[in-house]
């Protein structure tokens, strides 16, 4: 069982900036990846950035350029920098880990962001 424990959500006026971290109760090398996904009100959840354990990452389009996922593998921690904060970026955020050679995948329990003036 991996547990996952977010931090770092809060209310923030738009252009500003946040940093959600996720720690893991074991070793990051052990997920095939990590991700964030975001669920905003009334709509479905969405992958936001993704890293791979080589290093690789992706983004979602609408966060490409102001976004940023990376990782402290002496922590077991991962990081969303998020900067440049839209009102659409409003949403609960979630760590997701995908466990290597397993379809087993586990969730945090989400971090709400909210990005209004």
């Known amino acids: 069982q991996v547990q996952l424990v977010e931090s770092g959500g809060g209310l923030v006026q738009p252009g500003g900036s946040l940093r959600l971290s996720c720690a893991a109760s074991v070793s990051i090398f052990n997920a095939a990846t990590m991700a964030w996904y975001r669920q905003a009100p009334g709509k479905e959840r969405e992958l936001v950035a993704r890293?791979?354990?080589?290093?690789?990452?992706i983004y979602a389009e609408s966060v490409k350029g102001r976004f940023t996922i990376s990782r402290d593998v002496t922590k077991d921690t991962v990081f969303l920098q998020m900067n440049s904060l839209k009102p659409e970026d409003t949403a609960v955020y979630y760590c997701?880990?995908?466990?290597?050679?397993?379809?087993?995948?586990?969730w945090g329990q989400g971090t709400q962001v909210t990005v209004s003036s």
């Open positions: 997701h880990f995908q466990q290597r050679f397993s379809s087993e995948d586990y």
């Open positions: 890293i791979f354990r080589g290093g690789d990452t």
